[in-house]
């Protein structure tokens, strides 16, 4: 057991796992272990334990994809997201495409397709990164036509406002300055109501969108007239609170940039 309490060496899987479902579990443990690797910044340890994660996955759907497929599906997902971050964007990609596949066989046979969805979204950011726009754009707006519908059904339950932040960036490499805009304002006014209800959970989200729907602004020469005028401050009283400095933005969050969903830890649950 490592310092941060995390079992990067277990026994092998053969050592561990006689039956299919004793393996299934013991791939479940790897992939849930790369996660938490990978949030702590261990990519290259991270990358190995979902590297198996893959492996034995992959042989149990091969036997039986009505069961193990699911799980090959998120540790794929997980797999491609790994690979990019340690800028391995080639492998990324072939890792991203087999996971979309591989949902795209879950989905027509369950209604719910937010891991497609999820999925299809990694594949537009994996292929924007390596400059083939069009077909990230193609992508994007597949996943946005799927949250869209899920929205429909569910509100709550999707990334929509996420998904249409991205094709709105990637609309806007491509020129589609219109395009590009309303794709923005959409992203910002979802933003903006889930925002009023849970500021701890969507504040960053809609400072992101109104950044890129600056950007996006900017880019047709209409940013000086969208934006109101900022107020000046009330003269302070002897009962004012101390005004609280507002942070620089440095990170590439800030700027206007496609978003990967987050990682699959479990059955229907993503990080991030």
């Known amino acids: 057991m490592d310092p941060l309490g995390l079992d990067f060496d277990p026994p092998s899987a053969s050592q561990v796992a006689e039956t299919p479902e004793e393996l299934g579990r013991y791939a479940l443990d790897r992939n849930n272990l790369a996660v938490r690797l990978a ?11 979902i590297e198996e994660a893959v492996t ?15 799980g090959l599906a998120r540790s794929l997902n997980n797999l491609s997201g790994l690979l990019g971050e340690l800028g391995r964007q080639e492998e990324g990609l072939a890792a991203s ?5 591989a949902f795209r066989q879950l989905a027509d046979a369950d209604p719910d397709a937010r891991n497609l969805a999820m999925s299809l979204n990694n594949l537009a950011a994996q292929l924007g990164e390596l400059g083939r726009r069009e077909e990230a ?20 339950a999707h990334h929509l406002a996420m998904s249409l932040n991205n094709l709105s960036v990637l609309l806007g490499r491509l020129g589609r300055r219109e395009e590009a805009l309303a794709a923005s304002e959409e992203a910002v006014a979802t933003y903006r109501q889930r ?3 849970d500021p ?5 989200n809609l400072a992101t969108s109104l950044h890129n729907l600056a950007t996006q602004l900017g880019g047709l020469g209409r940013g000086k007239r ?14 004012s609170p101390k005004p609280t400095p507002t942070p620089t933005c440095t990170t590439s969050r800030c700027r206007s940039t496609t978003s990967r969903s987050g990682w699959v830890s479990s059955v229907g649950r993503r990080r991030g």
């Open 137 to 156: 754009l193609a992508a994007s707006e597949e996943a946005v036509a799927t949250y869209r519908q899920l929205a429909e059904i569910n509100p709550d």
């Open 226 to 239: 969208h934006w109101p005028r900022p107020r000046k401050p009330s003269p302070p009283t002897a009962s």
């Open 39 to 49: 949030e702590q910044g261990r990519r290259e340890d991270g990358l190995a334990a």
């Open 195 to 197: 925002a009023q209800a």
């Open 97 to 101: 495409e087999e996971a979309v596949t």
């Open 200 to 204: 701890d959970a969507y504040l960053h």
């Open 56 to 70: 034995i996955y992959r042989q149990l759907a091969e036997a039986d994809p009505g069961t193990h497929l699911p």
